[in-house]
């Protein structure tokens, strides 16, 4: 079993649903051909672990597959790539020894002495980031620097082990053997909740994860590690004195169940991250009137501007009292993280972009605004956190959306009618509006404007409206006959919206068939290029193409939709390029680029379109189908078929 393999199975024994190969080719950037041949192999060796269906892939038996997995552990780690080598070697030094001999290190990995000092050499650079350093004397290899740079070192191999799949306590539990993880949640949690405050679970994960590399490291060493002059200084420190007693209350019940004292630097940086972190239960029901004592007047300024300019270049509302709270707690703690340089992870990242890119382009947009402001750049782990807020509150009001008008039609029982309109209206209350109730076809000449009939009887004459036919008593059978009637609607509705945006949204001067792009910044220039000659931007387009790009790819599974933070193209349109084989964008590779220039009259139109691309290449039959058009006119005609 090759690694490629065994990461796949990793990922799979997280997961309890279906995961398609799609899916999992995002999640662990390889090709969805690849993720079928190493299914198929792996099932070939192991016959029926992974279940298939017209769902996707899963594994049952995970306790089979845990077995096979400790199994091939020694095998896999002969065959391994130089990447997974050098991460092999930062776990030797960072959590099991010291310092380690050089031929035995060069055997386990099944290597020559020479290539292990090639590639020790080149893991100096990896090192160099954190400030820290490779060091052989007498054949034997140790990591030095400081302290807190190696628990950083540590902390970024098991998140870059995390990000294919949700953070757990299992998967630290791997990396840190030592120490029981859940009890150390469970101490955590008692102590918030005794003084009633509640921490998300990545944040709670992620604080669980830092105490757990301490004790690693404190066992390591047999005693406190050795710390640099300055480490060992009394830490300055600006959390307040509530929340230093309760991460005492925390350090004092490890000390009694594990036996281990933290320094009081690293009980600092403990309660860092729980003020960055933590919200007041009571807080959850606050009135905005109390807000801004809490948050403070700078921060309040800020979510209003984020909501002001939401509402402007997007035409989302996020003026919701729930979400201003929400919403402005979260920038406080934002903030405090930014002030500490606290690095707060999410690794959902990935998922987050790829299943929700336009909300996340919100989020980076609003990021910018911080960073503005405030001067902060945000990572992609705390745009993805702005993210999940966003996504709360638009769901919450797609659910009001999109009301139809109806009516009722319900021939000589006009009495009874009034009783079923009230039942209609009460079952289909987030999807119908009742506007009239007549007894004869012929009245409904006198309405208009309406999107749904619904008759007790069959109609005598033809009618171009949608109409669905129920019983008197409104039965199960009907009910699911006006739902599905409501979807018909819908989809017609957001074909024909998009279908004649289509039409003049893409160009002809700007599509591309396997042109040869290097990268992003090839594929970027060019096109910008492109876009300005032909009189649709200006000359800064293409940096402002850049910008956006230099605060977060704006790759999304296999494809990329590179645009700016502002509207401001003269005229919109979208550009595209297809690559049957890929090309490199930053540290993926995509199929086709699509290439935004939005004017600000057509900024509703700017979420239509993002999410119809989005939407219909994350189905990878239609990916491929889309790949094989050599012409424009090819390439029009596949995506109007896809207007549903």
């Not at 609003?366 to 405030?374: F, G, L, P, S």
């Amino acid at each position: 079993m090759n690694e490629k393999e065994k990461v796949l199975l990793r990922l799979l024994i997280t997961q309890d649903a279906w995961l398609t190969s799609f899916s999992m080719s995002s999640l662990l950037g390889i090709s969805v051909r690849s993720v079928k041949t190493y299914i198929s192999d792996i099932n070939a060796a192991y016959p029926g672990l992974i279940v298939s269906s017209r769902n996707g892939f899963l594994v049952e038996d995970k306790r089979r597959l845990t077995k096979i997995l400790q199994t091939v552990k020694s095998d896999v780690l002969r065959q391994q790539g130089v990447e997974d080598r050098k991460k092999y070697i930062l776990q030797k030094l960072l959590l099991e020894k010291e310092q380690y001999d050089l031929d035995m290190l060069a055997d386990d990995l099944a290597i020559s002495p020479v290539t292990l000092m090639k590639e020790l050499s080149g893991l100096n650079g990896e090192l160099s980031e954190y400030e820290l350093s490779l060091k052989t004397r007498n054949n034997m290899v140790s990591i030095t620097g400081r302290e807190t740079e190696k628990k950083k070192m540590i902390s970024k191999l098991i998140y870059k082990d995390a990000r294919e799949s949700f953070l757990s306590i299992k998967l630290i539990q791997g990396y840190l053997p030592h120490y029981d993880l859940a009890e150390v949640r469970r101490i955590i949690f008692s102590s918030l909740r005794k003084n009633h405050y509640f921490m998300d679970d990545f944040s709670m994960m992620n604080l669980i994860l830092h105490i757990a590399i301490t004790l690693e490291r404190h066992r390591f060493y047999k005693s406190p590690p050795a710390h640099t002059n300055k480490e060992r200084e009394a830490p300055k420190t600006f959390v307040n004195a509530h929340i230093q007693a309760i991460m005492a209350d925390i350090a004092k019940s490890l000390h009694e169940r594990v036996g281990m004292k933290f320094t009081p630097q690293e009980t600092n940086d403990f309660s860092l991250l729980v003020m960055s972190s933590v919200i007041k239960d009571s807080l959850e029901k606050m009135q905005a009137g109390a807000l801004e004592e809490t948050v403070g007047e700078g921060v309040i300024r800020l979510v209003k501007m984020m909501q002001e300019k939401a509402e402007e270049w997007f035409n989302i509302t996020l003026a919701d009292p729930d979400f201003t709270v929400r919403l402005a707690l979260h920038i406080k703690n934002l903030l405090i993280r930014l002030e500490n340089n606290i690095r707060l992870r999410n690794p959902q990242v990935s998922m987050i972009k790829n299943t929700y890119p336009f909300i996340y382009d919100v989020s980076v947009y609003m990021a910018c605004i911080i960073t503005q402001e405030k001067g902060y750049i945000l990572s992609e782990d705390e745009i993805s956190y702005i993210a999940l807020h966003l996504g709360v509150l638009i769901e919450e009001n797609n659910n009001i959306k999109n009301k139809m008008k109806v009516i009722l039609l319900n021939p000589q029982y006009f009495y009874n009618s009034v009783e079923l309109a009230k039942k209609i209206s009460r079952i289909f209350e987030d999807n119908l509006l009742i506007t009239g109730i007549v007894s004869l076809e012929d009245e409904l000449e006198d309405y208009s404007g309406y999107d749904l009939i619904i008759t007790t009887t069959p109609f005598a004459s033809f009618t171009d409206t949608s109409f669905v036919q129920i019983s008197r008593n409104l039965n199960n059978n009907d009910i699911s006959a006006v739902y599905g009637k409501i979807a018909d609607i819908l989809k017609t509705r957001i074909k024909m919206k998009v279908e004649a945006k289509l039409k003049h949204i893409f160009r002809e001067e700007l599509f591309y068939v396997n042109r040869g792009f290097k990268d992003q910044n090839d594929a970027i220039t060019v096109m910008a290029d492109d876009l300005a000659e032909q009189g649709y931007v200006d000359a800064n387009f293409k940096e402002k193409l850049f910008q956006r790009e230099r605060v977060s790819s704006s790759a999304y599974s296999n494809i990329a939709m590179p645009h700016p933070l502002e509207m401001c193209a003269f005229t919109s349109v979208v550009g595209v390029s297809l690559h049957p084989h890929g090309i490199t964008w930053n540290n993926t590779r995509v199929n086709i680029v699509f290439l935004l220039a939005i004017n600000t009259r057509d900024r509703l139109f700017f979420k239509d379109i993002f999410d119809f691309i989005t939407e219909i290449i994350s189905d990878e039959h239609n990916l491929k189908i889309i790949l094989e058009a050599k012409t424009f006119d090819k390439f029009i005609d596949i995506l109007v078929s896809f207007v549903k």
